[in-house]
């Protein structure tokens, strides 16, 4: 299994640019999650989608933030337009929610962004 | 509201036992779960605990009690590759949705030493 799969692993982008944030979740996978992790804050859900749809999105920094999962093997999430603040390591998840015990969530490698 | 406790930094020796803490209160609770993050990786799932007790995998244990709103992560043998962070996460509902998300806490940066 090839694991979540994020690009880029890195982006340096200038303040008022626009950044797009790309994830593929584990094939069979239905639930998928956007994070931000910060040093002073930790890792803060962004958004959850479930068989695609958005189920929870009340973690959205604000309305320069937007995701969208237009099939179940893809996910991007996009900010527009980017400020130093944003700078953070994004990870994206995956799960399967059977709605039993073990939908353990499967995080990959993160995107390392910075916004000068 | 959510709350999820853990002490911000712990050393300890190579060899030697440590014991994570976490308290958390959350509107509600269903399962706690235990990450390792080591630095520049992702988080990597440990272990998870729904009722009260011990859950033994090798040299990690994870413990629970929900009445106390209490789970600690005991790290046995300690090796220089356990240096990393340890996320105490706790699955919440969410709100009237059917659905659940975890509520993360902010994580114990471990450092093993010689």
């Known amino acids: 299994d090839a694991g979540v799969i994020q690009s880029p692993r890195h982006e340096v982008t200038e303040m008022g640019q626009e950044v797009t944030l790309r994830c593929k979740p584990i094939s069979g996978h239905n639930s998928l999650f956007w994070y931000r992790q910060t040093m002073m804050r930790g890792l803060e859900l962004l958004i959850y989608f479930n068989n695609n749809v958005p189920i929870d999105d009340s973690g959205m920094p604000e309305d320069r933030f937007s995701a969208k999962m237009p099939n179940a093997s893809f996910s991007t999430l996009k900010i527009q337009p980017s400020e130093p603040r944003d700078s953070a390591v994004y990870f994206c998840?995956?799960?399967?929610?059977?709605?039993?015990?073990?939908?353990?969530?499967?995080f990959g490698p993160g995107t390392r962004l910075t916004v000068l | 509201g959510q709350n999820i406790d853990q002490p911000t930094e712990m050393t300890a020796t190579e060899g030697a036992i440590v014991q994570i803490n976490c308290t958390y209160q959350t509107s509600g609770f269903n399962g706690l779960f235990w990450y390792q993050q080591h630095a520049g990786e992702a988080p990597t799932f440990l272990s998870y605990?729904?009722?009260?007790g011990l859950e033994e995998k090798g040299r990690f244990s994870s413990f629970l009690s929900r009445s106390k709103g209490y789970s600690y992560l005991l790290l046995k043998e300690l090796q220089m590759k356990d240096s990393a962070s340890y996320l105490c996460a706790v699955r919440d509902e969410l709100g009237n949705t059917g659905f659940q998300k975890l509520v993360f806490g902010t994580g114990t940066r471990l450092l093993v030493s010689p």
């Open positions: 998840a995956s799960s399967l929610a059977s709605g039993g015990a073990w939908d353990t969530q499967y």
């Open positions: 605990n729904v009722l009260d």
